[in-house]
């Protein structure tokens, strides 16, 4: 079946440093691909997505590029602060209705010291 | 501004207990979801409907059920609590694969 794999965190980072967050994913057809963020203490909040092969999706400085050749969806910026802290989840729709209906990945936890 | 609202935002109960968890959305969504959050498990589905008096089961419904008589509001339900249903429970709701989620009722099962 579908799944989504992350890298195991937590990840630590100075400011400004550079991040990468792997995903990579299995599945049949082609999925939607999602970047969920969590922050301390609210619910999860969409960060980006791509619907389609070669796709890049953005928001916030955050940048992830839909690559079906490696089956992957890596989440980047260039220069984090410290307010990017939080746990951030991949994902995929489970189906192709569109419903919301999606897999997650298990997570990875950033925190980004001054 | 679009809003996911759940009852509670912490909650201690007894095992055997019956447990209800509301979640309403103001955004007349037609499906919307349960999913727990473990750690290292990430979020895993538990129910979810596509519209009222319909529910389908997700990825692990065992030990709950739901009810969604109303389009706005859809409710979790442990029949019976167990220790191992100790979780952060997040409800949401969909637009276009969008997922809108409230903030999470933290469960514990004593």
């Known amino acids: 079946g579908n799944s989504v794999t992350q890298m195991e965190g937590p990840v630590t980072l100075s400011e400004e440093a550079f991040l990468t967050i792997n995903c990579t994913y299995t599945a049949t057809g082609y999925p939607s691909l999602f970047w969920y963020v969590q922050y301390p203490g609210e619910g999860l909040q969409l960060l980006l997505k791509?619907?389609?092969?070669?796709d890049k999706g953005s928001n916030k400085g955050f940048e992830a590029t839909y690559r079906k050749e490696t089956t992957s969806f890596h989440l980047e910026k260039g220069s984090v602060q410290v307010s990017d802290s939080a746990v951030y989840f991949c994902?995929?729709?489970?189906?192709?209705?569109?419903?919301?209906?999606?897999?997650f990945g298990q997570g990875t936890t950033l925190q980004v010291k001054p | 501004d679009v809003k996911v609202t759940q009852s509670s935002r912490y909650l201690v109960k007894r095992t055997g207990e019956k447990v209800f968890l509301e979640c309403v959305q103001d955004?007349?969504?037609?499906?919307m979801f349960w999913y727990r959050q473990d750690p290292g498990l990430g979020l895993r589905l538990i129910y979810f409907?596509?519209?009222?008096?319909?529910?389908e089961k997700g990825d692990i419904p065992e030990g709950y059920s739901v009810s969604r008589e109303k389009k706005e509001r859809f409710s979790l339900i442990l029949e019976s609590a167990s220790t191992n249903q100790t979780s952060m429970y997040l409800c949401a709701s969909s637009s276009n694969e969008k997922l809108f989620f409230g903030s999470g009722t933290q469960l514990s099962v004593l």
């Open positions: 955004m007349d969504h037609e499906n």
């Open positions: 791509a619907t389609k092969a070669d």
């Open positions: 994902a995929l729709n489970q189906d192709s209705s569109n419903t919301g209906k999606l897999i």
């Open positions: 409907s596509y519209d009222v008096k319909m529910k």
